[in-house]
């Protein structure tokens, strides 16, 4: 990816500019976006229910609990949409392993209850910041 292909004007935002950014983002492909979302977390919530049939209490739980993964897909798109690029289901695909296994323990372990994770993922998956670096720069994101 390169700077000259990004499609957003590059500036420091206020953070009320920066969720608006981030909802024009969204608009502009949001039916790509949900179906990507739903042809990678629906077929895990079809396996999960087959499984726990008998245990819909603990399907909901387990559903719950891996909210942290259901959001890479998405946010793996827009990434790449920022620059002008537009993943398929394809290359989704084949990234999806990826996505799901970054950081797959922390996200649902330690992280999961983090009120912190929707900046820490951004900066772990995309910047590719790791220990104290990540730490000081989702403080930063937050403190704004």
Same mark, same amino acid.
């Given at each position: 990816?390169?700077?000259?292909? %990004?499609?957003?004007?590059?500036?420091?935002? !206020?953070?009320?500019?920066?969720?608006?950014? #981030?909802?024009?983002?969204?608009?502009?492909?949001?039916?790509?976006?949900?179906?990507?979302?739903?042809?990678?977390?629906?077929?895990?919530?079809?396996?999960?229910?087959?499984?726990? !049939?008998?245990?819909?209490?603990?399907?909901?739980?387990?559903?719950?609990? %891996?909210?942290?993964?259901?959001? !890479?897909?998405?946010?793996?798109?827009? =990434? !790449?949409?920022? $620059? #002008?690029?537009?993943?398929? $289901?394809?290359?989704?695909?084949? @990234?999806?392993?990826?996505?799901?296994?970054?950081?797959? $323990?922390?996200?649902?372990?330690?992280?999961?209850?983090?009120?912190?994770? =929707?900046?820490?993922?951004?900066? %772990?998956? %995309?910047?590719? @910041?790791? #220990?104290?670096?990540?730490?000081?720069?989702?403080?930063?994101?937050? =403190?704004?």
């Amino acid at each position: 990816m390169r700077l000259e292909d %990004l499609t957003v004007a590059l500036r420091p935002r !206020r953070p009320w500019e920066a969720v608006d950014l #981030g909802c024009a983002l969204v608009r502009r492909d949001y039916g790509r976006i949900l179906a990507l979302w739903g042809a990678t977390v629906v077929p895990v919530w079809l396996v999960l229910a087959v499984i726990m !049939r008998n245990h819909p209490e603990w399907y909901a739980l387990v559903v719950w609990w %891996l909210k942290p993964l259901y959001d !890479r897909v998405p946010l793996h798109f827009i =990434s !790449r949409a920022a $620059f #002008g690029v537009r993943p398929g $289901f394809v290359e989704t695909w084949k @990234q999806w392993p990826r996505l799901w296994s970054l950081f797959l $323990f922390p996200a649902l372990l330690w992280r999961r209850l983090s009120l912190a994770r =929707s900046f820490a993922l951004p900066v %772990l998956m %995309l910047e590719g @910041q790791r #220990g104290a670096a990540a730490w000081r720069r989702v403080e930063a994101l937050a =403190s704004d």
